[in-house]
């Protein structure tokens, strides 16, 4: 089945409490200004990118990307927020399906959690995108959203699964260093799709099932479905 098209960084909504009684118009110019600056931190990163360049991406003037969204921080700020919540509420949901399935079949929760992560990144691209940049220290003063953003979501993934096989019977399940497990994840996950070779979608998930099976000590796609048969 072919993939679907990555979505484009407009489609993340936008914050609860994003400026209430804004009016329809100023809410659009603040969308727009909000994707554009998506795009440009995503292809050339906060450091490479002008608030004149988000303006004319956006077709606004200067004053008017400021009076809507403040200064470049302002701005950075708010993309790494979105892309953080649409990140969590799509972990919330996975590591829940996660913890239904794992008591009874701990390949099949590891390998759908794993799904959703790549799909999701595969689906919004400019998220590990951004995150890509920061690792190679651009926007390097914001140095709190690893820790207020990342390190929650890795924390929260690690614990999960440590439980969920710590729970299963004994040599049910052989984890090494779970949480490295899960930067491993990330790290692939993340330059996979940012490469030339995203077309070997069916080719990667393949692999990354068996890497993450291996390292938690759960067997192979292959094996578990032939136990499973």
């Given at each position: ?6 979505a ?16 329809p ?15 440009l ?9 002008s ?54 079949d ?19 691209p ?22 207020s953003?990342?390190?929650p ?9 440590a ?18 497990t899960?930067?491993?994840v990330?790290?692939t ?12 979608v ?18 192979t796609?292959?094996?578990n ?5």
């Open positions: 089945m072919p993939e679907s098209p990555p484009s960084p407009a489609a993340a909504p936008a914050p609860p409490d994003a400026r209430r009684g804004a009016s118009a100023a809410d659009a110019s603040r969308e727009r200004i909000i994707a554009a600056a998506t795009a931190f995503a292809d050339h990163g906060y450091d490479g990118t608030t004149r360049r988000i303006a004319a991406e956006a077709g606004l003037n200067m004053a008017t990307v400021a009076y809507h969204v403040g200064g470049k921080p302002d701005l950075y700020r708010e993309v790494m927020l979105r892309a953080h919540l649409a990140e969590q509420r799509v972990l919330a949901d996975a590591l829940g399906t996660f913890r239904t399935l794992a008591p009874t701990p390949a099949a929760a590891v390998t759908g959690l794993l799904d959703r992560y790549l799909d999701f990144c595969l689906d919004q400019h998220i590990p995108a951004l995150w890509m940049r920061r690792w190679l220290a651009d926007a390097a003063e914001f140095e709190d959203l690893e820790g953003y990342a390190r979501l890795i924390e929260s993934v690690r614990d999960t699964v439980g969920a096989l710590a729970a299963l019977p004994d040599g049910a399940a052989a984890p090494a260093d779970i949480e490295m899960v930067w491993t990330l790290w996950t993340h330059g996979f799709c940012r490469s030339v070779v995203r077309a070997e069916p080719r990667f998930r393949a692999h990354l099932r068996g890497l993450v099976l291996r390292d938690l000590g759960l067997g796609p292959a094996a479905a032939r136990e499973r048969g």
